[in-house]
């Protein structure tokens, strides 16, 4: 499986529970902070909540 780099790029003030516990879930707190996480079902899951307010990139594995 490959790997995703997700930024935050919108604030969580003023948005539903669920998304703004979605966004958390990925490791993320302020606009700007970015994370790599694995490509799996529980990161894919918690994307689709929160899309609007994420951006996703898939990193290149360099060890090929």
Known sequence: MGRL?????RGLAGKPEKHIKAVRSLGLKKVGQWVVL???PMV???I???HYMLKVE???DETA
């Open 38 to 40: 694995p490509d799996n």
């Open 44 to 46: 894919r899951g918690n």
């Open 48 to 50: 689709k909540v929160a």
């Open 58 to 60: 898939e990193v290149k």
């Open 5 to 9: 780099k997700i930024t935050l790029i």
